[in-house]
């Protein structure tokens, strides 16, 4: 006997991205690059070599993306995904006795919480805005660069919040998943080798179907490291991912990006500018550094299921929030102009505005 899959998902499982429904002609719901795929990645990708196992310690990919980072290689630790890495790590403090209490950002990202609650973690939400919580010894601390839904950022403010975290012998996480996409010029402060980070290159390489991560552990975490690497099953990244990453990590893939940003956020600019004039509200986002932004379409939030149904019937979709705590708002990325129009004319045609 078969169990039917509950629908509609329950949140922590709602993401971006292709779903049971029919397939859509402009996604907006992925934070996916728009100007992806990136040549050099998804050349990469497509000559991996699918015959054979990678090595399973990954010596080599490890080796190029220590150097790439500046870091040693016992640093580099594989993932089948941010997700999986998300779950593994939170599983390995809490078999270690750490992790009781779980941070993350209000609104967030719903596999921290996910993962949280699963291992029997208490999981605490803290405002965007404000000073950094009263954390404990042995908590885990969830920060994102830019942050997701929002697409804002701590700034100079971030050494303060991981110096806090280390005063208060927390564990903290730098999600940095978009942070190849930010528009501002930001680098990493010195004070980011003192926790982890976590870099998913598929979103900035515009191959999100390729799944594969990698953490940078801090620089005084090797046995930490190595603990990680054991809880990972055997071959965690597969020919493709491997291919990725690498690819990735190197100047042809960065000059590429560097491109591409000022197109980005001019097309983050014109949708932002689109939607204000047709009445929508704009997240705490709205001046984010991140080619996606966080919206709520006119009127009660209690039409979302009715905005939803209508923009996909004309082949849009746009990311539901309400997995972020956000009910009724929604989450979009800065298509090109093609895509950015047709969902303008659909919006028009459901608010009753005239088309421009």
């Known amino acids: 006997m078969t169990t039917a899959l509950q629908w509609p998902l329950p949140p922590e499982q709602v993401h ?57 290689p016992w640093q580099v630790v594989p993932a089948a995904s941010a997700g999986e890495w998300i779950w593994r790590f939170t599983q390995v403090l809490r078999l270690a006795g750490g992790a009781r209490r779980v941070w993350v950002p ?12 699963a291992l029997g973690a208490a999981c605490m939400r803290y405002p965007l805005a404000g000073p950094p919580p009263a954390l404990q010894p042995g908590d885990l601390l969830w920060l994102c660069e830019p942050h997701n839904p929002c697409g804002t950022t701590l700034g100079p403010a971030l050494p303060d919040w991981i110096a806090h975290a280390r005063a208060c012998q927390a564990h903290t996480v730098l ?24 870099w998913s290159p598929n979103k900035a390489s515009g191959l999100t179907g390729v799944r594969g991560a990698y953490a940078v552990a801090p620089c005084d975490a090797e046995l930490a490291a190595q603990s990680l690497r054991r809880h990972a099953p055997a071959w965690v990244l597969g020919a493709e991912g491997v291919a990725m990453i690498g ?16 197109q980005l956020h001019a097309g983050w600019g014109a949708l932002r500018s689109a939607l204000l004039q047709r009445g929508w509200r704009m997240g705490p986002g709205a001046h984010g ?13 209690a039409l979302a299921p009715l905005w939803h149904a209508a923009w996909r019937q004309h082949g849009l979709k746009l990311r539901d929030a309400a997995s972020f705590g956000l009910p009724g708002w929604v989450r979009l990325a800065a298509l090109p102009a093609a895509a950015q129009d047709t969902l303008l004319l659909v919006c028009d045609a459901l608010h009753g505005l005239p088309t421009p």
């Open 289 to 301: 550094v991140a080619p996606f932004l966080l919206a709520h379409p006119p009127g009660s939030g």
């Open 175 to 198: 999600d940095l998943a978009y942070a190849p996409l930010r528009d501002d010029g930001f680098v990493l402060p010195a004070a980011a080798s003192q926790c982890w980070q976590l």
């Open 16 to 72: 971006g991205g292709p779903d049971a429904g029919a397939p859509v002609r402009w996604d907006f719901s992925t934070n996916a690059n728009p100007l992806g795929p990136l040549a050099p990645v998804a050349h990469a990708v497509q000559a991996a070599d699918r015959t054979r196992y990678p090595d399973p310690a990954y010596a080599a990919l490890c080796e190029q993306v220590a150097r790439w980072h500046g870091v040693a």
């Open 247 to 262: 690819a990735f990590c190197s100047a042809p893939a960065e000059q590429l990006l560097g491109e591409q940003r000022r």
């Open 106 to 117: 209000q609104p967030a990202y719903a596999e921290y919480a996910a993962a949280a609650a």
